[in-house]
């Protein structure tokens, strides 16, 4: 079985900075491809950033992208999301989520995935 729980969800400015980290128990853990998906109040489920279990495959939602970064430590069965330049609208509860294998072509979307974490909250201030 996998478990995955976040962390470092809070309030910030707009323009301020968090960085969210997804612990991972169970086994293999490098080999699970692992994302990070928000939902707002009153909207879907999305996609935020994705990476691969070895580093690579790294892939972005077109609203965070350069501002957002996802890596991934496997010594510490960790995944983190810094989040910079952040605004009003990317305050939602995200998720980490994770798929055994990988994702291809960038098909990122959550009912691909096998496991999810709680969430955490991130509240943005204007």
């Known amino acids: 079985q996998v478990q995955l729980v976040e962390s470092g969800g809070g309030l910030a400015q707009a323009g301020g900075s968090l960085r969210l980290s997804c612990v991972v128990s169970?086994?293999?853990?490098?080999?699970?491809?692992t994302g990070w998906f928000r939902q707002a109040p009153g909207k879907e489920r999305e996609f935020v950033a994705g990476?691969?279990?070895?580093?690579?495959?790294?892939y972005y939602a077109d609203s965070v992208k350069g501002r957002f970064t996802i890596s991934r430590d496997n010594a510490k069965n960790t995944v983190y999301l810094q989040m910079n330049s952040l605004k009003p609208e990317d305050a939602a509860v995200y998720y980490c989520?994770?798929?055994?294998?990988?994702?291809?072509?960038?098909?990122?979307?959550?009912?691909?995935?096998?496991?999810w974490g709680k969430g955490t909250l991130v509240t943005v201030s204007s």
């Open positions: 989520a994770a798929k055994y294998g990988a994702v291809v072509g960038g098909n990122w979307a959550p009912y691909g995935m096998d496991y």
């Open positions: 990476i691969g279990w070895s580093g690579g495959n790294i």
């Open positions: 169970g086994r293999a853990f490098s080999s699970y491809a």
